[in-house]
């Protein structure tokens, strides 16, 4: 597996290069954006996790998460950073980052996300389920939400959270509940990136996002998924549609 760590302080990124690579991962170290950007771009095979710095030179870590979504809508993305502010947090999350630990941090923490993450990503190699529900199908394996006949491809965070609430439909989950199972994070920090995120899944999924049916508000507590889904495993959908392209043929 394989690691690109974008950090300017020398420090820091020799410390996580030397933990890193005793876990077993490949690392590349960038000292800037640019440079982060062109090693990202250039990696055959990809890397499999970015850490990610704020502050660095020539480039904001918040425009390198940006470019790097648009290469690559699923890779993990965890940002580093010494800036501790909500509105801080919000905005990462926003340019698409999955995960926030702030400077300084517990490294055994880093290392538990970083394997947590790897994980997931491995397992969504696997043959997961494809959701059916409405015109709407989810496919958590491509990252993808196909309504009608127009496809869009979601970032991991987008998936994890939408995957989350498909996987405990007529459940009412709280917004901590939330953070503290799809972002990892503390339940005391801002809840305001649930609300964005949940707010561009609606603009996705519902008919009416202004008058959601799918994801609904729960006052005072957060969220609960309501939909009659259907389960398919990916195998299964790509042989039934190979099946009608077939008789069509």
């Known amino acids: 597996m394989k690691i690109l760590v974008v950090e300017d302080e020398a420090a820091i990124a020799a410390g996580l290069r030397f933990n890193f ?3 077993g991962y490949e690392v590349v170290i960038a000292v800037t954006g640019e440079e982060g950007l062109h090693a990202f771009a250039a990696a055959d095979p990809p890397f499999d996790l970015v850490i ?35 509105e801080d947090k919000a905005v990462a999350f926003d340019c698409g980052a999955d995960q926030y630990v702030t400077k300084p941090f517990a490294l055994l923490e880093l290392l ?51 995957n989350y609430f498909l ?4 459940k009412v989950l709280s917004r901590q509940q939330i953070l503290e199972d ?6 005391d920090i801002t809840t305001r990136s649930i609300d964005n995120f949940v707010l561009r899944l609606r603009r996705l999924i519902e008919p009416d996002p202004g008058e959601p049916r ?17 389960e398919q495993t990916a195998r299964s959908t790509e042989r039934l549609s190979s099946d009608t392209a077939d008789s069509t043929s």
């Open 52 to 86: 990610l710095d704020l502050m660095l030179p020539q480039m904001s870590g918040y425009e390198v998460c940006r470019r790097i979504r648009k290469q690559d809508s699923q890779v993990p993305i965890i940002v580093l950073s010494a800036r501790t502010l909500a």
């Open 167 to 170: 996987e405990n439909r007529g």
């Open 182 to 187: 799809v972002w990892k994070e503390p339940a």
């Open 214 to 230: 799918y994801i609904v508000s729960i006052r005072g507590t957060g969220y609960q998924f309501m939909a009659d889904v259907t």
């Open 112 to 162: 538990s996300r970083v394997r947590n993450l790897v994980q997931r990503r491995r397992r969504g190699r696997g043959a997961p389920k494809v959701y059916r529900f409405g015109n709407v199908v989810v496919d958590p394996e491509r990252f993808t939400v196909t309504v009608g006949e127009q496809t869009t491809r979601l970032t991991t965070l987008e998936m994890q959270l939408l």
């Open 21 to 23: 690579e005793q876990e």
